[in-house]
């Protein structure tokens, strides 16, 4: 990367050199100063894409490198659109993977930032779970996916990060995913006794119960949830036919007016 650099930065130089000579960019008319900004411009753009197409690869090469190392419980890795890695492991895999990257010398994620789902009904294994992992000494993230159902537990990560017990507690109260072998699995969020999992997809959005505050019990209660509304009357008809001047005449009162001219 330094030699790559160092070739760029001779390139400017030489540009600068066969285009201005030694003159100073700040002696320059507007024309020279827009050329020379473009010109630095170009080769920023130049730089950048070399260092973005650099990084691209080691992610790739390191992604493979940990499928070698963990071929039992690493699935698959992959890139997203803005280069960061993700690697699709077995659910069986999340301790072992976990603690992979959190002690080898060549990962050090010694952060867990997050524990996130994603719920997709129409799947098997309705829930994507994923941690999103920090390094300090490499500057990098990483993102580490499994799945599993309602029904199906999966192992708590807070044996590997400690930061795990509030976060695998949140996932249980929005989604319903358990968490085997959690100190502390209770509801973080919602209410004592509340009953259903907000976040899921087939949760409604008015939900089943609400709260209020009883003033002759002095506390708050729950009860189903009521849609109350006032009355309304809904009329369908135009506007416009409310006004005498845009009303048509009725047929019987048609009628009624020739009968009368006739006589």
């Not at 895999?93 to 002690?103: A, H, M, N, S, Y």
């Not at 990560?157 to 507690?169: C, D, K």
Request: negative net charge; glycine residues 4%; contains cysteine.
């Amino acid at each position: 990367s330094n030699n790559k650099m160092a070739a760029h930065s001779g390139r400017l130089l030489s540009f600068w050199r066969a285009a201005y000579g030694s003159r100073n960019l700040w002696k320059l008319n507007a024309a020279d100063k827009t050329s020379s900004q473009l010109l630095w411009r170009y080769l920023s753009t130049d730089v950048t894409t070399a260092k973005n197409n650099e990084l691209t690869a080691q992610l790739l090469q390191y992604g493979r490198y940990i499928h070698d190392i963990l071929p039992k419980y690493v699935q698959q890795t992959q890139l997203t659109h803005n280069n960061e890695l993700e690697v699709l492991i077995h659910p069986d895999g999340i301790i072992p993977v976990l603690t992979f990257l959190r002690d080898h010398q060549n990962s050090e994620f010694r952060q867990l930032q997050d524990v996130t789902i994603v719920d997709i009904p129409k799947n098997v294994c309705r829930f994507e779970l994923v941690y999103n992992l920090l390094s300090i000494t490499y500057n990098s993230r990483i993102r580490v996916k499994t799945y599993t159902d309602e029904l199906t537990p999966v192992d708590s990560a807070t044996s590997v990060f400690n930061s795990a017990n509030w976060a695998e507690r949140e996932a249980w109260d929005m989604f319903g995913v358990v968490f085997s072998n959690h100190p502390d699995l209770r509801r973080i969020l919602t209410d004592y006794g509340f009953e259903g999992h907000p976040f899921r997809k087939d949760f409604p959005l008015s939900g089943y119960v609400e709260v209020r505050y009883d003033d002759e019990v002095k506390r708050v209660v729950c009860e189903p949830l009521e849609l109350t509304q006032e009355f309304r009357q809904f009329d369908l008809s135009s506007p416009w036919e409310q006004f005498p001047a845009h009303r048509k005449p009725a047929i019987s009162s048609t009628s009624e007016q020739d009968n009368t001219k006739k006589e």
